[in-house]
């Protein structure tokens, strides 16, 4: 795409910030200390997006885990300066749960092969040597990408029945790319050496991040305490308020129109338009109506939706983990939260646990229409078939649904964004922010850096909002040698993918 020309913005200008999740406020948040005329209009009751934080009956759960570690500075300052001494240090462990079998997480090659057990390292092992001399000629899809370095098996054990239980669609149908970007630097031939003493070198493993930083009562207090900065520095944050249209007149924005239960639908008048809504429905939200192309186009892309059913039981205490992925076949849960291990100030009542059951599934499914109580039920009955509670019992526990959580990156999806960016682009004064803004799968810190960005971009900056991209490699161990150099290839995220 050709660099595109931006609107300075003025001293009077007044800017609508579509979407109250990290990327909306952060934007929000620069341009209000700058001194400039905001309004931020979220759709929803609760702020955070994907990284609010609900409430039930006093205990606070996140929407997913989101650890505040970050590698870009400006992030990190911000994230200081908004909430300041309510950061606490939280202790960093996750593991894959597998058939009884807990396993490393990021996922080592070496654990997985003596977990697995002699029969399947044999298996693991020689399906690697086929597909190492023998790999697919072509790498299309995410299925090529993996078999083609980690052989059939392990594909098939540690990567395919969890990508396809979160993303609910064939592994052949999710793009290369989506792979190289998830998975980062695992090196079964590495792991066979150690295996077999072969490799003898000393080294050392370091993780990066044995502990991280987290808000005592969760990601969502980011994001309130920040929209209370906004509205204390004179500007609005409102709730509950759907924008409905974005008009255009000579090939800028204009204004908006907003929905809201209490007002009625009303146009406000802007000069400049950050969003954050998922670039689907903004495409579909232009006025004049865009070209019947870019609207198919906005109509080829795809979203997972996700919800967490989040469940009390009557003891502490219950295992280590932040979190654990369930890779086990035979149940839908894919993830498990347990929320006494992030914050102690979640949990309000002593001698219990929140553990947070989070599953994957598209608006309109069975999982997605099932009434909370199923919901629970199924929980309930998930959690004990696994095993990792003892004799806790459930003693209560409630559902929250996310639309539009995650988005897929299928085989079509980058062709629809170049159609949609083809047609929004040259508008100087809209800007598309964070993750469903862009459709990239973007983690907390990489949104609020597009947000920035388009910030800097007002200012008379030329950033190329499109170049920031998710980077898992400071989540990740990394193996020192002897003489301190960093190897990449120490470790690697199963293809899960599902950080802030």
Known sequence: MPPRHV????????????????????????????????????????????????????????????????????????????????????????????????????????NALIGLGPVDSVRIVLSYLRWH???????????????????????????????????????????????AQRIKGLSLARAILQAASVNRRPTKIKSLINEFQYPRLGPGQMWERCADKIREMGNEVHLEHYVDEVICENGRVTGVRVTSAEHGSKVVACD??????????????????APAKVQQAADGLRYRDFLVVALVLDADDLFPDNWIYVHTPGVRVGRIQNFNNWSRAMVPVDGHSCLGLEYFCFEGDGLWTSTDEELIERATRELAELDITGAAEVVDGTVIRMRKAYPIYDAIYSDCVDAIRGHIDPIPNLHTVGRNGMHKYNNQDHSMLTAMMAVWNMDGAAHDLWAVNTDFEYHEEQRLGPSGEEDDAAAARTPDAMQA
């Not at 083609?148 to 098996?153: A, D, I, P, T, V």
């Open 272 to 289: 400049h338009v950050i969003s954050s809504m998922p670039v689907r429905t903004l495409a579909r939200s232009l006025r004049p109506e």
């Open 133 to 179: 001399f023998w790999p697919y000629p072509e790498e299309n899809n995410f299925e090529e990408w993996v078999t083609n370095r980690f052989g059939k098996r392990l594909y098939e054990i540690f990567f395919k029945t969890y990508t396809e239980k979160v993303w609910g669609i064939p592994c052949t149908e999710i793009r290369a790319e989506w792979a």
């Open 7 to 110: 609107d300075p913005i003025r001293p009077g200008d007044r800017t609508v910030v579509i979407g109250g999740g990290p990327a909306g406020l952060t934007a929000a948040y620069l341009l209000t200390k700058k001194g400039h005329d905001v309004v931020v209009f979220e759709g929803e009751n609760i702020l955070g997006g994907i990284s609010q934080t609900a409430q039930y009956k006093g205990f606070r759960f996140d929407i997913g885990g989101h650890r505040f570690f970050t590698k870009i500075e400006p992030v990190n300052d911000l994230w200081l300066e908004v909430l300041g001494d309510d950061f606490i240090s939280v202790p960093r462990l996750s593991r894959i749960h597998y058939r009884g079998t807990f396993f490393h997480y990021p996922l080592k090659p070496s």
